[in-house]
């Protein structure tokens, strides 16, 4: 069985900064692919960004320049440092993991999602 757990949402003003962590744990043999995504209110879940497990990095148009993914391979934690915060980040972030578990399946994982309000 594998789990990610998330951490790190609040409440921040606009133009505040904000980090969130994602480690997995479990029957893990490798991940891939890591990465961010998020849900506001009404909306579908957005890809926000993600990252390879040799540190190729993606975002979304709106977060380029304001967001950073990275990751540590050896602690199968993915970090989201979001800087320069909008009330339209407001969402629940959710991690997400492409993982090999030691039976060799393959499967994406989820975690539970972190708030995340940004206030004008």
């Known amino acids: 069985q594998v789990q990610l757990v998330e951490s790190g949402g609040g409440l921040v003003q606009a133009g505040g900064s904000l980090r969130l962590s994602c480690e997995a744990s479990?029957?893990?043999?490798?991940?891939?692919?890591m990465g961010w995504y998020r849900q506001a209110p009404g909306k579908q879940r957005e890809l926000v960004a993600t990252?390879?497990?040799?540190?190729?990095?993606n975002y979304a148009d709106s977060v380029k320049g304001r967001f950073t993914i990275s990751r540590d391979n050896a602690k199968n934690t993915v970090l989201l440092q979001m800087n320069s915060l909008k009330p339209e980040d407001t969402a629940v972030y959710y991690c997400?993991?492409?993982?090999?578990?030691?039976?060799?399946?393959?499967?994406?994982?989820w975690g539970q999602g972190t708030q995340v309000t940004v206030s004008s």
């Open positions: 990252i390879t497990s040799d540190g190729s990095t």
């Open positions: 479990g029957s893990i043999f490798s991940i891939n692919d």
């Open positions: 997400n993991a492409d993982i090999i578990n030691v039976a060799r399946s393959r499967f994406s994982s």
